[in-house]
Nanobody
Framework: QVQLVESGGGLVQAGGSLRLSCAAS???????????MGWYRQAPGKQRELVAT???????YYADSVKGRFTISRDNAKNTVYLQMNSLKPEDTGVYSC??????????WGQGTQVTVSS
């Protein structure tokens, strides 16, 4: 099994920045099979949406709503994925969850971290 621990959420004013981290620990074989890491978010009353992903080769994807403001990165040596969030808007408010997927399409999820952007 793999456990994901997230950190970095909080309360910030509009225009501010936050950096989320998600570190994997547990079964080394499973961790070494992870090839896709990503962040999702869920705003109150809305469905969970994909924010950004990064492959083990470094290819990235961003939702249109965060392009140019958010940057996803990973440190394979630390089994950690990051989400740098700049120019935050109130509509970025939500619970951000880390996802890490193995090459056999098994998903691991973090517990979620609250991000609140005040206007």
């Amino acid at each position: 099994q793999v456990q994901l621990v997230e950190s970095g959420g909080g309360l910030v004013q509009a225009g501010g920045s936050l950096r989320l981290s998600c570190a994997a620990s547990g079964n080394i074989f499973s961790i070494n099979s992870i090839n896709l890491m990503g962040w999702y978010r869920q705003a109150p009353g809305k469905q969970r949406e994909l924010v950004a992903t990064i492959t083990d080769s470094g290819s990235t994807y961003y939702a249109d709503s965060v392009k140019g403001r958010f940057t996803i990165s990973r440190d394979n040596a630390k089994n950690t994925v990051y989400l740098q969030m700049n120019s935050l808007k109130p509509e970025d408010t939500g619970v951000y969850s880390c996802n890490q997927r193995t090459r056999w399409l098994k998903d691991y999820w973090g517990q979620g971290t609250q991000v609140t952007v005040s206007s």
